[in-house]
């Protein structure tokens, strides 16, 4: 059961923080749901994924990628639940919710999921090698992220009226405007609906309210400015990620990566 973890700082657009396979999975229960978009297949027997209450089978060949700071738990529903798995990063992962639709989860039937259990035993297999070459392995690990942009799920929400007319456009304004001082009754008055109304489309399309996905955004482009800028003090980066108060900045990036600034420019 090859088992790989990244052990050199993130330079890379993409790469993988970790990378697994025929791993014998245990019970895992995430309060606060994990700091990276992470997959999990199964490769034998089945197992049950919760993510904020809703409920997954995952059978042989089918797998599940799970946005970050989602609460989830999975656990086995045979005897033996063997799985596959990789959880991703790198200088410019915030944009990997743009990638997969910006869903929170992305379902990976059978015929897609033997795609991606071959890329991530191959890159398990080549690791040594692979972990040498940045370059090589970061284009590996937007190769496999690429499969998730095709999924059915992801597909779906340009198939929502409502979607498409009020969750989209403030999206693309967040992605534009972060740095502003961007509220939730500004949002939603762009669209010309209540921040209540928008906040329930948000948690319907989503899983989350407008107001956690604005602040999850200026956090993943505060990561990223963290890594791939080390001449930027963190009262700047509060500043240029929309944070006037850069303790309030401190205190909301503890609380979603569990990590303060400084550590997690440490760690990375």
Same mark, same amino acid.
């Given at each position: 059961?090859?088992?790989?973890?990244?052990?050199?700082?993130?330079?890379?657009?993409?790469?993988?923080?970790?990378?697994?396979?025929?791993?014998?999975?245990?019970?895992?229960?995430?309060?606060?749901?994990?700091?990276?978009?992470?997959?999990?297949?199964?490769?034998?027997?089945?197992?049950?994924?919760?993510?904020?209450?809703?409920?997954?089978?995952?059978?042989?060949?089918?797998? &599940?990628?799970?946005?970050?700071?989602?609460?989830?738990?999975?656990?086995?529903?045979? $005897?033996?639940?063997?799985? $596959?798995?990789?959880?991703?990063?790198?200088?410019i992962d915030?944009?990997? !919710?743009?990638?997969?639709?910006?869903?929170?989860?992305?379902?990976?039937?059978? *015929?897609?999921?033997?795609?991606?259990?071959?890329?991530?035993?191959?890159?398990?297999?080549?690791?040594?090698?692979?972990?040498? !070459?940045?370059?090589?392995?970061?284009?590996?690990c937007y190769?496999?992220?690429?499969?998730?942009?095709?999924?059915?799920?992801?597909? $779906?929400?340009? !198939? *929502?009226?409502?979607?498409?007319?009020?969750?989209?456009?403030?999206?693309?304004?967040?992605?534009?405007?972060?740095?502003?001082?961007?509220?939730?009754?500004? &949002?939603?008055?762009?669209?010309?609906?209540?921040?209540?109304?928008?906040?329930? &489309?948000?948690?319907?399309? &989503?899983?989350?309210?407008?107001?956690?996905?604005?602040?999850?955004?200026?956090?993943?482009?505060?990561?990223?400015?963290?890594?791939?800028?080390? !001449?930027?003090?963190?009262?700047?980066?509060?500043?240029?990620?929309?944070?006037?108060?850069?303790?309030?900045?401190?205190?909301?990036f503890k609380?979603?990566?569990?990590?303060?600034?400084?550590?997690?420019?440490?760690?990375?």
């Amino acid at each position: 059961m090859p088992i790989h973890y990244r052990n050199s700082p993130v330079n890379e657009p993409f790469t993988f923080d970790s990378v697994g396979c025929r791993w014998s999975q245990d019970r895992v229960v995430r309060p606060r749901g994990f700091p990276l978009y992470h997959y999990l297949q199964t490769e034998k027997g089945r197992g049950i994924v919760k993510v904020q209450g809703t409920e997954y089978v995952l059978s042989e060949g089918e797998g &599940l990628l799970i946005a970050p700071f989602l609460h989830h738990s999975y656990m086995k529903d045979t $005897a033996e639940w063997l799985t $596959a798995f990789a959880t991703f990063t790198g200088t410019i992962d915030s944009s990997i !919710d743009k990638l997969v639709g910006t869903r929170p989860v992305v379902f990976i039937e059978k *015929e897609q999921g033997a795609l991606i259990g071959a890329l991530i035993d191959n890159i398990s297999k080549n690791w040594e090698s692979l972990s040498t !070459d940045p370059h090589t392995l970061s284009l590996q690990c937007y190769g496999l992220l690429m499969h998730f942009t095709n999924s059915r799920h992801t597909r $779906a929400l340009t !198939d *929502e009226p409502l979607y498409l007319r009020y969750v989209a456009p403030v999206i693309r304004e967040i992605e534009t405007s972060f740095a502003l001082e961007l509220t939730v009754q500004e &949002l939603s008055g762009r669209v010309y609906v209540t921040p209540q109304y928008l906040s329930r &489309l948000f948690r319907r399309f &989503l899983g989350c309210s407008a107001y956690e996905y604005l602040t999850t955004f200026r956090i993943n482009k505060a990561r990223e400015f963290l890594v791939s800028r080390p !001449d930027m003090e963190v009262q700047q980066i509060a500043g240029e990620t929309g944070f006037s108060d850069t303790s309030h900045f401190i205190a909301m990036f503890k609380k979603i990566t569990g990590f303060t600034p400084l550590e997690f420019r440490k760690l990375n």
